[in-house]
């Protein structure tokens, strides 16, 4: 079992940046693809980032790409997004979410409990 738990969410105006953490107990990330999804009210959830179990590929939406990056820190067991130039559309409730040994994450084994992000205008 992998358990996962965002943090770093919060409240900035358009423009700012945030990095979300998404840290793991249970078992190494090393192992899994990562990757970070965001769903807004009465939307389905969507793909935003990921990285590949081997750490060589990332992986991004088109309409983060430029402005997102996705990292692991293998020491700490901690997988993060950094988001600048935020807009308010990427206003949503951001979760991590792993799948072990692919590519790229599609079918997630394990999910985080989700983190608020609201960007101001």
């Known amino acids: 079992q992998v358990q996962l738990v965002e943090s770093g969410g919060g409240l900035v105006q358009a423009g700012g940046s945030l990095r979300l953490s998404c840290a793991a107990s249970g078992r190494t990330l090393r192992n899994y693809a990562m990757g970070w999804f965001r769903q807004t009210p009465g939307k389905e959830r969507e793909f935003v980032a990921a990285?590949?179990?081997?750490?060589?590929?990332?992986y991004y939406a088109d309409s983060v790409k430029g402005r997102f990056t996705i990292s692991r820190d293998n020491a700490k067991n901690t997988v993060y997004l950094q988001m600048n130039s935020l807009k308010p559309e990427d206003t949503a409730v951001y979760y991590c979410a792993a799948e072990i040994r692919v590519q790229i994450i599609i079918a997630p084994d394990y999910w985080g409990q989700g983190t608020q992000v609201t960007v101001s205008s």
């Open positions: 990285l590949s179990w081997s750490g060589d590929s990332t």
